[in-house]
C-alpha cells in the first residue's frame, strides 16, 4: 500500500469509525457500510483537509471506485 492508499485507508477509518475497514482501488460505496450520500460529503470534506486539496464539485459526487480518488488525490497533491 503505498503512502496515499495507507493514509486515505486512515481517513476512511476515521470517517466510518471502522478500525477494520480496507480500501483497495476498487472498493466502492456498496463495499463499506454507512457510505451513503450523506457520509460521502464527509468523506470528501475529510479528505480534502487531510491531504489540503479541493476537488470540484463534479469530481465529489463523480467517483465511482476508490482507485478513482487516489488518481485524483494524486493529480492534486502532486501540482503542490
Do not use: C, Y
Not at 13 to 27: G, L
Not at 35 to 40: A, L, N, V
Amino acid at each position: 500500500m503505498d503512502k496515499i492508499t495507507g493514509e486515505l485507508n486512515d481517513v476512511f477509518r476515521s470517517v466510518f469509525d471502522d478500525p477494520n475497514i480496507q480500501i483497495t482501488d476498487k472498493t466502492t460505496a456498496n463495499d463499506i457500510v454507512g457510505w451513503d450520500s450523506f457520509s460521502h460529503m464527509n468523506l470528501i470534506s475529510a479528505i480534502e483537509i487531510h491531504f489540503d486539496i479541493e476537488f470540484s464539485q463534479s469530481e465529489a459526487i463523480g467517483f465511482k471506485t476508490v482507485g478513482e480518488l487516489i488518481k485524483s488525490i494524486e493529480s492534486k497533491v502532486n501540482k503542490h
